[in-house]
Antibody, heavy 115, light 112 residues
Framework: EVQLLESGGGLEQPGGSLRLSCAAT????????MSWVRQAPGKGLEWVSG????????YYADSVKGRFTISRDNSKNTLSLQMNSLRVEDTAVYYC?????????WGQGTLVTVS | DVVMTQSPLSLPVTLGQPASISCKSS???????????LNWFQQRPGQSPRRLIY???NRDSGVPDRFSGSGSGTDFTLKISRVEAEDVGVYYC?????????FGQGTKVEIK
């Protein structure tokens, strides 16, 4: 069974940093692209960042480009999102997702509050 | 970025009756490999999203057959043949053909 477990969310001040992690089990992690998708309170879904199987290709939404960095450790089956220069508008639940042309499995999400 | 436009944004339905959600993209979702990467997701209240349909019309494992997807090019539809109480939630279309992937605004399905 595919399981994705996010951690690292919390309350941070504007301009601060947070690092999110996602522990993946139940599938061959190194064979799949991965993504982060966020959902602001009461709002819709926004794709934030994606990474290829080996981590050599990364992609970012314009809203986070230059501030967020996605990475993965295939030896530990872990996906990460380093978030710097946080803004109030980054407040959201952040979901880790197994991804091929769109998320097929999602984690339970971790809440990031910037205030 | 490709804009995904859903309608309606709110859909009150009677139990046992059909429901239909439209999703239109600002450009064709046919990929160079011949596939059309159009997904549908369901998000029940308080839960993470769950994929229902991939590549326009393929149901994910465990998805009831009352859910069906159709369409081509830029126009797509999700249909629920007979709405049940557990279908309440928000439904999103999402395209994975063009980078970055983009979601529709969401359609809230509720019981009348």
């Amino acid at each position: 069974e595919v399981q994705l477990l996010e951690s690292g969310g919390g309350l941070e001040q504007p301009g601060g940093s947070l690092r999110l992690s996602c522990a993946a089990t139940g599938f061959t992690f190194s064979s799949y692209g991965m993504s982060w998708v966020r959902q602001a309170p009461g709002k819709g879904l926004e794709w934030v960042s994606g990474i290829s199987t080996r981590g050599d290709n990364t992609y970012y939404a314009d809203s986070v480009k230059g501030r967020f960095t996605i990475s993965r450790d295939n030896s530990k089956n872990t996906l990460s999102l380093q978030m710097n220069s946080l803004r109030v508008e980054d407040t959201a639940v952040y979901y880790c997702a197994k991804d091929y042309r769109g998320p097929d499995y999602w984690g339970q999400g971790t809440l990031v509050t910037v205030s | 970025d490709v804009v995904m436009t859903q309608s309606p944004l709110s859909l009150p339905v009677t139990l046992g009756q059909p429901a239909s959600i439209s999703c239109k993209s600002s450009q064709s979702l046919v990929n160079s490999d011949g596939n059309t990467y159009l997904n549908w997701f369901q998000q029940r209240p308080g839960q993470s999203p769950r994929r229902l349909i991939y590549k326009v019309s393929n149901r994910d494992s465990g998805v009831p057959d009352r859910f069906s997807g159709s369409g081509s090019g830029t126009d797509f539809t999700l249909k629920i043949s007979r709405v049940e109480a557990e279908d309440v939630g928000v439904y999103y279309c999402m395209q994975g053909t063009h980078w970055p992937g983009t979601f529709g605004q969401g359609t809230k399905v509720e019981i009348k």
